[in-house]
């Protein structure tokens, strides 16, 4: 490409209407069809799990009937594998006419009539990862009006089949697209993923003002190395990833997997715990039909999703990495608290690990700190004072904390269930406040 062609691209990108429809200022939440059912397309053998509207359909009463929509899980989102083959005569991308009977439309309000919002996936190529029709950059147009004609809340945009130069030119003018439809619609691009994740080869400033969250690493698997390897991937490149994110535009680690088979109850509060962190995503992808109840209680645990959706919307950071493979991580929050994770990545037995608040750069003073996973509050706590934690392999103490004076604003000093309940209003409000809920 000569210098010309250069600078007539970066004028086009230039050009490009900043995505501000004013969505997701806290990260999206939901329930995403991927990592759990894959491109499952027999639905003669496996009609209850294959891509089908009656997987949507049942995850849509799921979220609405089993306490999910209330915490802020709102989002269902197909992934790939349920267009058709072909597009339609007008050129339009269509569903499978045998998964999908209804149309998209339909599976749309069904979703809409239990408050809940329809997410979809398209990709920025010739054909999607997993071969179905692509959108070419001919096409971004009229598939955003596709989309948003059906109703669409959300669009994952992926890249298979691409070049570096279409998915330049494509994922703005996508943005641009959607933005002309006049529906607002969250927009995922996987760009970043397709072109390293790091800068200079990934502009953040661009993807900020273009996208509202983006997957900037490999995809998620059924395992607890997979969920390692992501994890230690954004905190080696956390300078040049956390700050990117903010309020309306999110670093996306991939999908939480708590519930499947590659987790340990340890380890599904990990990923919980540092999700909440590094302010992810928290978009499930499980059988919410057949989910253990602790697996629930986790991915239901309202104070880590406060801390998730808190309002200021810094992303968290790891600070320290011990020699004994303690990790210790860091969040700030609103109104003077924090969170602390203190992970294990040890595969011996429960870890005493000895600190304390200054040794982690918080101010002198006195705080408080109530454990996320236990519902257990510690008092009494100056800066200076050493404490004790027992980290199990694998597995996390999760802290919020706060200084003591705000306690009383904070926490309802009475007895512990109250305290707890106040705790967790305080918390939920300010993520009330954000989604305009009374
Ligand atoms: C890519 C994405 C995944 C999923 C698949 C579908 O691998 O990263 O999240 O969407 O494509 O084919």
Redesign the pocket.
């Known amino acids: 490409m000569g210098p010309i062609a250069v600078t007539q691209l970066l004028a086009l990108i230039s050009l490009t209407v900043a995505l501000d429809n004013g969505l997701l200022k806290t990260p999206p939440m939901g329930w995403m069809a991927?990592e759990r059912f894959r491109?499952d397309i027999d639905c003669s053998d496996d009609p209850e799990n294959c891509i089908s509207e009656t997987l949507f359909r049942d995850m849509a009463d799921r979220l609405a009937e089993d306490g999910w929509k209330e915490l802020g899980y709102e989002y269902v989102i197909i992934?790939?594998?349920w267009m058709s083959r072909l597009r339609d005569e007008q050129g339009k991308l269509q569903p499978e006419p045998s998964r999908f009977p209804g149309g998209i439309g339909k599976l749309a309000r069904y979703i809409h009539d239990r408050g809940l919002k329809l997410g979809i996936?398209a990709d920025m190529g010739t054909h999607?990862?997993?071969g179905f029709p692509g959108t070419t950059l001919d096409k971004i147009e009229l598939d955003a009006q596709t989309f948003a004609s059906w109703g669409v809340d959300y669009l994952?945009f992926?890249s298979?089949y691409s070049n570096p130069l279409e998915q330049m030119l494509g994922y703005p003018l996508m943005s641009k697209a959607l933005n002309a439809t006049g529906r607002p619609i969250a927009y995922s691009c996987?760009w970043p993923?397709y072109v390293g994740g790091l800068p200079p080869a990934v502009n953040y400033s661009l993807l900020g003002e273009i996208c509202h969250l983006w997957?900037n690493y490999y995809?998620i698997q059924d395992s607890w190395d997979s969920l390692q390897g992501i994890v230690e991937w954004f905190s080696n490149n956390q300078d040049d990833l956390q700050p990117a994110s903010g309020p309306g535009r999110w670093n996306d680690p991939?999908m939480l997997i708590i519930g499947n088979f590659g987790l340990s109850v340890d380890q599904a509060r990990s990923q919980m715990a540092l999700w909440a962190i590094m302010a992810a995503p928290l978009i499930m992808s499980n059988d919410l039909r057949n989910l253990g109840n602790i697996e629930r209680a986790i991915l239901q645990n309202k104070v880590a999703i406060a801390i998730n959706q808190d309002p200021l919307g810094i992303q968290g950071r790891r600070l320290l990495q011990e020699k004994s493979r303690i990790e210790v991580y860091w969040r700030p929050l609103s109104h003077s608290a924090s969170a602390l994770v203190f992970l294990s990545r040890r595969t011996d037995m429960p870890y005493l690990y000895h600190t304390s608040l200054a040794k982690l750069n918080y101010d002198a003073g006195n705080y408080e700190a109530y454990d996320v996973f236990t519902g257990s509050t510690v008092r009494g706590l100056n800066a200076t004072s050493e404490f004790t934690l027992s980290i199990n392999p694998s597995g996390v103490v999760m802290w919020y904390v706060y200084p003591e004076k705000d306690a009383v604003m904070i926490l309802n000093l009475s007895e512990q269930p109250a305290r707890v309940k106040k705790l967790t209003k305080t918390l939920l409000f300010h993520q009330q406040s954000i989604r305009g809920q009374p």
Request: charged fraction near 40%; charge should be negative; glycine fraction near 0%.
């Open positions: 991927w491109c992934d790939d594998c996936y999607t990862c997993m994952k992926d298979c996987s993923v997957r995809d991939d």
